[in-house]
């Protein structure tokens, strides 16, 4: 319980925090939020692995922006670096990096109702079917959550992480 309300006044600290402009120092910000962020996440019964006794599985998809501010954590989280969202099975969380823009439509497709907890960056990513999108407003990172999408997946979010977040309305499903 310590370590979860750690983590929540952690992500207050940060959502009030300016952001820097160097693109290294908005990444390592990001990063911060992006493991934070597992910790209010609760995966489905219809996932194929047991969180409690297995890694977290967190997968980069596309260019790594985070460079070495991510790292494996020993038994709670692996990480992963995939070039195509195929290759995505047994990933609990997805990060698509803003070059998979192009792709964004075919990706969120794929990972349609599967119980894998998408984020990204890339502007109007939630109100694209994206469940999570670390957005950058008024000099600050804020988290868009589209619940219906996390819903969908039976991904549920802490009520903390609601609270601290914008929700958005998806946009027409995609064709």
């Known amino acids: 319980m310590k370590t979860k309300l750690l983590g929540l006044v952690l992500i207050c600290f940060i959502l009030t925090a300016n952001v820097l402009a160097q693109s290294t120092a908005e990444y390592d ?3 911060v939020f ?3 962020i597992i910790d209010f996440v609760e995966w489905s019964k219809k996932s194929n ?4 006794k297995s890694p977290i599985s967190l997968c980069v998809l596309g260019k790594n922006p985070f460079g070495e501010y991510i790292q494996d954590q020993g038994d709670t989280l692996s990480i992963r670096y995939e070039e195509k969202v195929e290759t995505t099975k047994g990933c609990h969380v997805v990060f698509i990096s803003r070059s998979e823009i192009k ?3 075919s990706i969120l497709n794929f990972l349609g109702n599967k119980p894998i907890l998408s984020i990204s960056d890339i502007n109007n990513f939630a109100k694209q079917q994206g469940m999570m999108e670390l957005a950058i407003q008024s000099s600050r990172i804020n988290i868009l959550i589209n619940l219906n999408a996390t819903h969908k997946s039976g991904i549920k979010l802490n009520s903390n992480l609601i609270e601290l977040a914008t929700l958005v309305d998806a ?4 064709n």
Request: hydrophobic fraction near 45%.
């Open 49 to 52: 692995t047991i969180i409690e």
């Open 171 to 174: 946009e027409d499903e995609l």
């Open 29 to 31: 910000v990001k990063a």
């Open 34 to 36: 992006l493991l934070k």
């Open 103 to 105: 792709n964004l439509k």
